[in-house]
């Protein structure tokens, strides 16, 4: 079945520091979707990736689609404490809505 | 997030006995989704539905079974809890439009089987 890594599993980084999470896909993806998930919470939504190439940005953040749709990265320039937290990428591959295949996710450490 | 609420939040159960958790939206959302998240697997896919009664499985669906008789409504079963469902679960919501897809996910259960 359709397998997503993610790496690194946990990164620790000074504050104001850069930081990137990257996936990869065993399989071409017809979309991939990244969330957040805060201690003790839940994950949410941050962006979807439609579009081979395409690159989205929100405020820090810099989202990245492959241009064989394999793969995706989320940048996050300049760390807040407010960015800690977990971040998970999933991807779909059919057109239907029959649930993401998420990988294990990345925790960001961010020490003061 | 969504109108999405999970019940209940917290859950003690032993070993062997039948566990309900319920998931409620109050937007009308066709397609829901059951997560189980673990350390180490980040959030795995047990059952989904498409409309009322029409569910499908998932990558770790083995143990569970789901039933949708409205729309709102979403139920998890596990019909003889083992130790290893333990696990936080969460439901999910998809809101589809424009060719975007957003899902939403409840506050989670925290199930801890003894």
């Known amino acids: 079945g359709q397998q997503v890594m993610q790496i690194p599993q946990y990164q620790h980084v000074q504050e104001g520091e850069d930081f990137t999470t990257y996936c990869n896909s065993s399989t071409t993806l017809s979309n991939i979707q990244w969330y957040k998930q805060r201690p003790g919470g839940h994950p949410v939504f941050l962006i979807q990736l439609v579009k081979s190439g395409e690159v989205k940005k929100q405020k820090r953040l810099t989202f990245q689609f492959g241009e064989a749709k394999k793969n995706s990265s989320l940048h996050i320039t300049a760390t807040q404490t407010t960015d800690v937290g977990t971040y998970f990428c999933?991807?779909?591959?059919?057109?239907?809505?029959?649930?993401?295949?998420f990988g294990k996710g990345t925790h960001l450490i961010i020490q003061p | 997030d969504a109108g999405i609420t999970q019940s209940p939040r917290h859950k003690v159960t032993e070993t062997g006995t039948p566990v309900t958790l319920r998931c409620h939206q109050t937007e009308n959302h066709r397609y829901m989704y059951w997560y189980r998240q673990d350390p180490g697997h980040g959030l795995r896919l047990i059952h989904y539905?498409?409309?009322?009664?029409?569910?499908d499985k998932g990558e770790v669906s083995d143990g569970y079974s789901v039933s949708r008789s409205k729309t709102e409504d979403f139920l998890l079963t596990l019909e003889s809890a083992t130790s290893s469902q333990t696990s936080v679960y969460f439901c999910?919501?998809?809101?589809?439009?424009?060719?975007?897809?957003?899902?939403?996910f409840g506050p989670g259960t925290r199930l801890l089987v003894l």
């Open positions: 539905s498409y409309g009322v009664k029409d569910t």
């Open positions: 999933a991807g779909r591959t059919g057109g239907g809505a029959d649930g993401l295949t």
């Open positions: 999910a919501i998809s809101e589809i439009g424009g060719g975007a897809e957003t899902q939403y």
